[in-house]
């Protein structure tokens, strides 16, 4: 079954508690992204990567990294973890080169940070 | 900045009846995508839309792009409690840009 998987999907940590959150996908997909989604905001990107060793800021990039040493695999790391991160975080991946890019979102993981 | 935005923010209606929401942007996209995500889950593509005029429709959900690939629009006749959920658009740029949302509820 084609699948985005996150982990872990609930997570509460403290400030300044490094936490990374897993992402992995068997779809071959090139493209892959992590967004976070706040009430009335929508989604909004934090980083993505067109494709292995190739990662770029999105929309909000502070206060997080990323690496892809791996196609399948995109985690999102939080150093130093702050209240202001709390938030809801997907994972995505697509195709590149596809006209319509639809993504396929991972179930998401709820991250407290207190 | 690109900007998309969708309304309303938030709709209740009464199982059976019809409904609009909108996406609008002064920015052209190539193509637009319409999202659904319900509760504990991420948001699932349900269609792409591509060609200015273009209408496509899915099931009880009749989805339209602007002439000028600026706004769209999503229809639903007769709207189901299955129907709830948050709808999101995206536009296609160099990057997909997201609009907050519409969360709809569909009361029995």
């Known amino acids: 079954e084609a699948q985005v998987t996150q982990n872990p999907r609930y997570l509460i940590t403290v400030t300044g508690k490094k936490l990374t959150v897993t992402c992995s996908q068997n779809?071959?997909?090139?493209?892959m992204s992590w967004y976070r989604q706040d009430p009335g905001l929508g989604l909004r990107q934090i980083y993505y990567?067109?494709?292995?060793?190739?990662?770029d800021k999105g929309d909000v990039p502070e206060g997080y990294k990323v690496s892809r040493k791996e196609k399948r695999n995109f985690p999102l790391i939080l150093e130093s973890p702050s209240p202001n991160q709390t938030s809801l975080y997907f994972c995505?991946?697509?195709?590149?080169?596809?006209?319509?890019?639809?993504?396929?979102f991972g179930p998401g993981t709820r991250l407290t940070v207190t | 900045t690109q900007l998309l935005e969708q309304s309303p923010q938030f709709l209740s209606i009464q199982e059976g009846e019809n409904l609009t929401v909108y996406c609008n942007s002064s920015?052209?996209?190539?193509?637009l995508q319409w999202y659904r995500q319900e509760p504990g889950e991420g948001p699932v593509l349900l269609v792409t839309?591509?060609?200015g005029g273009e209408v496509k429709k899915l099931k009880r959900l009749t989805f339209q792009f602007g002439d000028a690939r600026k706004d769209s629009s999503l229809h639903i006749t007769a709207a189901q409690p299955g129907d709830t959920g948050l709808y999101l658009c995206?536009?296609?740029?160099?990057?997909?840009?997201w609009g907050a949302g519409t969360k709809l509820i569909i009361k029995p």
């Open positions: 995505a991946s697509s195709s590149v080169g596809t006209h319509d890019r639809e993504q396929y």
């Open positions: 779809m071959n997909h090139e493209y």
């Open positions: 990567s067109m494709n292995v060793e190739v990662t």
């Open positions: 920015s052209v996209f190539s193509s």
């Open positions: 839309v591509v060609t």
């Open positions: 995206a536009g296609a740029h160099y990057q997909l840009i």
